[in-house]
């Protein structure tokens, strides 16, 4: 990653020349972006790292979020700006974590169960062509930001996630079973499976143990 914290750091340094930001502009959208910023025009950096986080940029996608929270070249909305900073926290970006709990604190319960419609469904085609960092992202979704949360379908996709490979999802799969009293815990594995063999037939991108799924 080339840093999602540029942002931050060109809200520190304030405005370069006018000789710097040619230089650093170059052909790369997103060091345009950083340049755009730090010369004073938040709106075209705004306008950059926007194309690129819908194109699934997350360092673009933590810096939009940082410009919604800020009211920095957009006004400002903690709902847009939660919503980027959760798509940059599922791509993998750390410090949107900590931007997405300042955030998720102050959204009423409707806006939640919103936001978390609106990111389920663009980790749907993720989930189709069988991205594991998609299924992991919808289990958070589910259990952290829905209003009532649904452990059994984030268990299901911990536990998907976690059979394509993704470290991350072992230990949280893990977790959430160890939550789950014992006598339920091989129901809910069950149910695992059953997800499991359900996703492989739907999915436009099966994993090659779907074909041992049954």
Do not use: H
């Amino acid at each position: 990653m080339r840093g999602a914290a540029l942002l931050c750091l060109a809200l520190s340094v304030g405005v370069a020349t006018a000789a710097e930001t040619v230089s650093k502009t170059g052909a790369d959208p997103f060091e345009a972006a950083i340049a755009a910023f730090r010369a004073g025009d938040a709106g075209r950096a705004a306008v950059l790292f926007k194309t690129l986080a819908e194109a699934g940029e997350p360092e673009a996608q933590f810096n939009l979020a940082l410009l919604y929270a800020e009211g920095a070249g957009l006004p400002q909305n903690p709902r847009e700006a939660l919503y980027w900073a959760w798509r940059a926290q599922i791509a993998g970006i750390p410090r949107a974590e900590a931007l997405a709990q300042r955030l998720t604190g102050s959204l009423p319960d409707e806006a939640r169960a919103d936001l978390a419609e609106r990111l389920e469904r663009v980790l749907a085609p993720g989930i189709a062509l069988g991205e594991a960092r998609a299924m992991f992202g919808l289990a958070r979704v589910l259990l952290e930001l829905r209003p009532e949360p649904d452990a059994k379908r984030a268990y299901e996709w911990l536990a998907i996630a976690a059979a394509l490979g993704l470290p991350e999802a072992q230990g949280a799969r893990d977790a959430a079973l160890a939550e789950v009293p014992e006598p339920d815990r091989f129901a809910v594995q069950d149910g695992a499976l059953a997800a499991f063999a359900e996703w492989c037939r739907a999915a436009s991108r099966p994993a090659v143990a779907c074909a041992a799924a049954g």
